[in-house]
């Protein structure tokens, strides 16, 4: 089972901080791909926030470079999101795939899981 799956959202305040989790129970996702966080606001499309390679280091969108730290655990089939200093711009759905550039869409359309919500609101 490829799906992923996220957890880890919620209601904050502004400056305060989340982590978010995905997970898979597909070992060949974290064996050959490249990972990434994106995240969908109410009426935009979705957008890629950060990726990170088996090996390597991350890359990350401008606007939460500094503030969002992606990290993977190979031996546990994990991604993680840490967010930092959060902000209003940053509510939407965050979800996990595969990242951009490696197998077609009509195949990755089948990894979306249901996201996770997070909400920076005072």
């Known amino acids: 089972q490829v799906q992923f799956v996220e957890s880890g959202g919620g209601l904050v305040q502004p400056g305060e901080s989340l982590r978010l989790s995905c997970t898979t129970a597909?070992?060949?996702?974290?064996?050959?791909?490249?990972l990434a966080w994106y995240r969908q606001a109410p009426g935009k499309q979705r957008d890629l926030v950060a990726s990170?390679?088996?090996?390597?280091?991350?890359s990350y969108a401008n606007s939460v470079k500094g503030r969002f730290t992606i990290s993977r655990d190979n031996s546990t089939n994990t991604v993680i999101l840490q967010m930092t200093n959060l902000k209003a711009e940053d509510t939407a759905v965050y979800y996990c795939?595969?990242?951009?550039?490696?197998?077609?869409?009509?195949?990755?359309?089948?990894?979306w899981g249901q996201g996770t919500q997070v909400t920076v609101s005072s």
């Open positions: 795939n595969v990242a951009p550039g490696q197998l077609p869409s009509t195949v990755t359309r089948d990894y």
């Open positions: 597909s070992r060949i996702m974290f064996a050959r791909y490249k």
């Open positions: 990170v390679p088996r090996r390597g280091s991350p």
